[in-house]
């Protein structure tokens, strides 16, 4: 085969993808740039404005706020998700019958629509008869009294005060949908009910790992715990990096869920009110789609950089079987 | 694995097979030769149904001799879908709309002046009452007409009335009052844990019990917050209407207050706490009465116009769904001929009837406060007719400068921010937002 | 010791966490069934087991004059079977491409290939939509599975990790017996990829079955609607949703997808396993 002939046979077998790269995501990507230097509202032409789009969104107070509520949103769900989908993976891939049932049921609620999981949970977060605050609510009245006792005993101090306050929440029933850290929290507990497919990802990374070094662990007497720190974790290293990217993504791009839950768009004080919600709004609702365009790309240049930062700090942690 | 295979193909291919071939129950059928006018509109349910006969009716008779067929479509967030059909070239030829949001989409050019097109089809715009077509103005000009229109005004319930000490047949005349009534009506109990609860509320402006009217209470003070250049609400209107708000709230107490805002259900539908007699004054559309006939049969309630800052003056918020011609529309002539027939005053009272709303015209016909749902329409309508009646502020950027609005209010609820502070603030952000706005179209004309 | 004893407590330690947590994760699912068999009466008792149930709900949603179930199921379908076989077909060929043709530039390509998964949909989305509009596909099925028939970053990527897996000596034999690379490709890796192929049906399903946005921008007639776009119709602004045809609705929207999901489960896993998202 000849260089030529090779790179002919290379292009046209890939050309699927380039294609659609240059169709689909070149082109609507160079132009997303250029309109993001114009005033573009829509239905008149864009006019070119400079870089006043990226000025107004450096003093605009709002998008400081998504900002800080995707990070906020991102620094929760991220870590917790990990956690959760790592250890339901271990549970789903032990040997038992009907395992595929118990396997279903934790990747159902994933392929629920999103209206319907928005009302559902509405109804079970709602303060008074929702079931999660029947769960709750003895638990609180456990912890109340000792909050009380601590506060008694440290004569109101100001540090006291919070954990008081979120003592009595819980004994009450926290209003979930209406206090801004509640509903912060509302929203990871729901993401962490919709996990499974990181979980199946999980899965199959387990199934990846060696039975051997399970085998020689237990040769050596490691416990079921030590087993898990030791072949377990560093085997499903590299798709927990993959998911955590991942989660990035789908963390930085959380639209639809608050946008059912709450008719206010933004949540109690704006606290559910997230980056790509703010960028639809000025895209389809302020009409202002130049931007909304510039909001994306600096979107794109967070989501690169966390990535990037991922990466980085993941260099000694990951492993890499083979490598 | 071949048991599992066929049971996959029988379990999902055969449905799927069923489904493609026997295919969806009919559509409706359109006659051949009808110009079909596309109509999109927001009311689902029941308003649907209401609408969906008059359109039948419609395509039977008039649509029948011209040979306009009108197609009517339910669409989820009509207003972004049209706008974006209307960028894609392909709009409908009539839709239903806001009225807050006609004054921005007829400066960005989305909507067809309708002047020319009235004054062709001959549509008497006289037999309205002025503010209905007021609302649908823009700049002069005329982008839309009114469909089902509404007031708001207090709902409140007689039996707690009577029971706080209160004549049932005298409301609340002025602001002040309101507030001192508000007291009166709130009761509270002690829990278990010897912390005041609240059991009943007078009233409250928290955005979960009131629906989309957030912005409003400068307006009950004489303020309007635009004058068609600038917006105000760092205006004595202004920080009256906060200090109203943040005064009841300090005087129930705040935190009782918000803690049954954050428990109590929401205002739409059953779990609305002035059905249940949790809440004693309520600012509602004329609509609410369905709700009352359908899950409180025996409330014992009145309705009055909500007080203003002074007894001599009736501020009266008056607000209406509208009908445009989306720009680009392709049959914008047959699309008059269908409005033309809606804006009969037999065919569009017979709708805002069955809607629960007020009568757009000067004169409803004699039967229509009779016949109507809401024993107390006429409240309603005369609310409109008040020389104090406002609508939603006329400005473009209404939908950014409502959510500052919006945050603004919430603040002072939860009493995060000195009310006066937050009503500073919030004319700064906006100041900022009309100017931005002002200088990207001074750009485009290319000044 | 009895070891029939230490047995059985060891099964009721491995079922308990498993139905522990499944129960957990099925509760809110068992409330939206229990709501979509309640009459309206009770829909707002807090009650998990209703008192009258009653599956009206479920026929209504079938007979809705607004919300025309068999339509937009058939809808979505057409749409999730032309962007499935594009998907599939041309991701694995691209795939293909990047694991065993050799040609200069092909890391460039691939490194650029994976950035590209990075892309916010936000980004894209409004001179995606200017593209479609130039074409004349708004309004038309074809914006939401055209582009599918392009292949996606992430199924290429994984596709290529599971072909990298095959041994290339199946393929040199098969060359010198005169099989040419398409041959190859379609009669020796295409059937050996199947638990891939597989997987990356099942997540383009999932999407496509699930997509709002892409249906909501792009579709303009009610007889086009799918069903997650047609779901908002039960959902009323003014105040009298019927939560029970909205769940029941729901209901029927996740049960093809759930037997789709049990009965392929083991290929589906077996797929991901051996593809080594690993990187």
Known sequence: MTQRSATVQGLLWTAPWWLGFLLFLAIPMGFSLYISFCDYPLLQRPVFVGADNYRELARDPVFYKVVGNTFIYAALAIPAGTVVAVLLAVLLNRKARGQAIFRACIFVPTIVPLVAVGVVWMWMLSPEAGLVNQAIRPVGQLVLPAAQA?????????????????????????????????????????????????????????????????EAAQLDGASRVRRFWHVTLPGLSPVILFNVIVGIIVTWQIFALPYVMWRSRSGPEDATYFYTMYLFDNAFKYLKMGYASAMAWVQLLIILALTALVFWASRRTVHYRGA | MTTRTTLL?????????????????????????????????????????????????????????????????????VDQRMLIATAGGDPPDVAGLFDHIVPQYADRDALMGLDDLVAEFQIDLDAFKPIWLEIGRYDGKLYALPSTPYTIALYYNHRLFREAGLDPDRPPRTTAELNDYATRLTRYETGEDGRRKIVQLGFTTSPGMLGWWHWIWPNFFGGRLWDGERSAIDTPAGHAAAEWIHQRRAMLGNPEMLKFEGTTGAIEGAQNPFLSERLAMLFQGPWMSNWISKYARDLDYAVAPFPSATPDKHHAFASTDVFVIPAGSRHPREAMVFLKYMLQQDVLEELCKEHGKVSPFRTPAPDFYATHTNPFIQVFDEMAGSPDAFGYPQMPTWAQTSAELLKMHESILRGVRDPHDAVKAAQQRIDTIVDEYQRMAAKRRGD | MNPGRSRQSGTVLKYLPLIAVAALYLLPLAWMLSVSLKPDAELLQSNIIPEHPQVDAFGQVMRSESFDFPLYARNTLIIAVLSLVGMVLSSAIAAYGFARIRFPGRGVMFGVCLATMMIPFPVIMVPTYMIFKHLGWIGTFLPLWVPAWFGSAFNVFLLRQFFLGIPIELEESAKIDGCSTWGCFWRIILPLSKPALAVVALFHFLTVWNDLIGPLIYLSHQNQFTLALGLQFLQSRAGDTPWNQLMAASTLIILPVLVLFMLAQRTFIRGIATTGIKG
């Open chain 1, 150 to 214: 601590l506060d008694n005993a440290t004569d109101g101090a100001q540090w006291s005060q919070p954990i008081l306050g979120v003592a009595q929440d819980l004994a009450d029933g926290p209003a979930w949908l209406d206090r801004p850290g509640w509903a912060m929290l509302a929203l990871v507990l729901i993401s962490l009910w919709l996990i499974g497919s990181p979980v199946v990802i999980y899965l199959a990374g387990l199934q990846d790992i060696p039975t051997t070094l399970y």
């Open chain 2, 9 to 77: 193909v029988v379990l999902l291919g055969l449905p799927a097979v069923v489904l493609l071939a026997l295919g969806p129950r009919g559509q409706r059928h359109v006659p051949a030769d009808r110009t079909v006018v596309r109509y999109w509109e927001k009311w689902a349910g029941v308003e649907a149904l209401a609408m969906q006969r008059i359109v039948d009716r419609f395509n039977e008779t008039i649509g029948a001799e011209q040979n306009i067929w009108v197609e009517y479509c339910v669409v989820s967030n």
